[in-house]
Nanobody, 124 residues
């Protein structure tokens, strides 16, 4: 069995920061591109960021470019999303995903593994 578990979501004021984590069990992240996606109420799920297997290549949606940073720690089997200068429009459920992630592009495939998500709310 394989699982991805997100954590770190919560309520934050506009302009604040939050760090999301995603830990994998049942498989190693070493061999896969990893992605972060989000879904706001009434909206389609969209790609936020991804990082390649090497950890060198990354990609970001235009809406979060220069504010969010993705990273990975293969030793801990964990990926992170550092979110700075948060805006109300960043409010969404954030999901981590692995396997069959196109990066660059932040596009998932039919065989992609998904976490259950963590809620991020940006409000004063």
């Amino acid at each position: 069995q394989t699982q991805l578990v997100e954590s770190g979501g919560g309520l934050v004021q506009p302009g604040g920061s939050l760090r999301l984590s995603c830990t994998a069990s049942g498989f190693s992240l070493d061999y896969y591109n990893i992605g972060w996606f989000r879904q706001a109420p009434g909206k389609e799920r969209e790609g936020v960021s991804c990082i390649s297997t090497s950890g060198i290549s990354t990609d970001y949606a235009d809406a979060v470019k220069d504010r969010f940073t993705i990273s990975r720690d293969n030793a801990k089997n964990t990926i992170y999303l550092q979110m700075n200068s948060l805006k109300p429009e960043d409010t969404a459920v954030y999901y981590c995903a692995a396997r069959f992630i196109r990066c660059p592009g932040v596009v998932a495939g039919t065989g992609t593994d998904w976490g259950k998500g963590t809620l991020v709310t940006v409000s004063s």
